[in-house]
């Protein structure tokens, strides 16, 4: 119970300062009209058409500690799967993005957990919306928004912060050749922001088509 609890709220974290325009922000039926501002950011999505396939993994630590921030800015994969953690969940994921212009792109996600046998589907939006980077998927279980910035042309940084209750993440998508690589941390609940994530989490895909 204890791994389907950190899955759902990885999957379920809502930025606390994207409150007055959650409903608008949450909108994946329609692209939103183009801005002046949106341009800077146009094909930012490209890169990511196509399907993919591989294992996202949450792992944890069971002890961290004292938190370094230069830590959690520079993500590398060591850092998620240090040996010293314990894995807590994986599941399969098939994702498919289509662009469906420069500032809009639509996604399909399908994760199969082998354990349980189960699979769910979900659907969402990576998108430009006067002048910001957004990720909006709706899930079985809820929705989740993540705000987004670049570091390079094949990576994007997504984040996302609540105080009540406490949910932070953080994660680099990153393209290499044929692979898709997913880097990041979260904390949740009761974890206490002055240590290290107690929760890691690392994903790669391969790009089937």
């Excluded at 329609?30 to 490209?46: H, L, Q």
């Excluded at 899930?139 to 994007?156: A, L, Q, R």
């Amino acid at each position: 119970m204890k791994s389907i609890y950190v899955y759902v709220f990885l999957y379920l974290s809502l930025s606390t300062n994207i409150c007055a325009q959650v409903h608008e922000i949450n909108n994946i039926k329609t692209a939103p009209a183009v801005v002046e501002a949106d341009k800077a950011f146009a094909n930012v999505y490209e890169p990511l058409d196509g399907t993919w396939q591989g294992v996202f993994s949450i792992y944890e630590d069971p002890k961290p500690k004292k938190v370094n921030k230069d830590q959690l800015i520079k993500l590398t994969k060591e850092q998620a799967t240090n040996k010293r953690f314990k894995k807590s969940y994986e599941i399969n994921v098939t994702q498919v993005y289509t662009s469906e212009s420069p500032y809009f792109q639509r996604v399909k996600i399908t994760d199969y957990n082998p354990k349980t046998k189960e699979t769910e589907v979900s659907h969402g939006v990576n998108k430009i919306q006067n002048g910001e980077m957004w990720c909006v998927v709706h899930k079985p279980s809820g929705t989740v928004i993540h705000e987004g910035s670049t570091d390079g042309p094949n990576t994007i940084i997504w984040q996302s912060q609540q105080d009540k209750p406490l949910k932070v993440e953080y994660f680099y998508e990153s393209i290499s050749n044929d692979t898709y690589e997913i880097i990041g941390y979260g904390y949740y609940d009761r974890d206490d922001t002055k240590l290290m994530p107690r929760l890691w989490f690392y994903g790669s895909y391969d790009k089937i088509k």
